[in-house]
């Protein structure tokens, strides 16, 4: 997908997805601190109309605790981002920030040994969905 994040594409709605992947992350420790909807900002703010796009800030506190405590700036880095989205075809994707991509900035042995936890989970969290 890139160099900074993994997914697929869905056989469900939009919704369906959106609300799997909130279970997925649950299972896995996290929740989601922030939820984004983009396509309704860009009309609010833009007039601009496009498919639903929503970004949600996916943080596990165990794993936000030990990595802020090897590096308490690792907060610019978090939380993690998930995107549910709809292309303009209507297929629906499922896309997740890789961590130890992210997470490789920080160039700490440490924090990259966190980011492979987290990104086991994460993909767990997408094999679930």
């Known amino acids: 997908m890139s ?3 993994f997914g697929k594409q869905v056989q469900m709605s ?11 992350l649950g299972k896995e ?10 396509a309704a900002t860009l009309k609010a703010k833009l007039d601009k109309t ?5 970004i949600l800030g996916a943080c596990n506190p165990s794993y936000a605790e030990k990595a802020l405590a090897v590096e308490p700036q690792i907060g610019l880095l978090l939380p993690c981002n998930v995107v549910v ?3 303009q075809a209507g297929a629906v994707h499922v896309e997740l920030m890789d961590p130890l991509s992210v997470l490789d900035l ?10 492979r ?3 086991a989970k ?8």
């Not at 939009?14 to 997925?24: D, I, K, N, Q, S």
């Not at 496009?50 to 929503?54: A, R, S, T, V």
């Not at 994460?122 to 969905?129: D, F, G, S």
């Open 50 to 54: 496009m498919p639903p796009y929503k």
């Open 14 to 24: 939009f919704e369906e997805a959106l609300a799997r992947v909130t279970e997925a």
């Open 117 to 119: 936890e987290v990104k």
């Open 85 to 87: 989205r709809e292309d």
């Open 29 to 38: 420790g996290f929740g989601v601190l922030t939820q984004i909807d983009v």
């Open 106 to 115: 920080v160039q700490r042995p440490e924090v990259q040994s966190i980011a």
């Open 122 to 129: 994460l993909e767990r969290v997408l094999a679930a969905v």
């Open 3 to 5: 160099t900074y994040g």
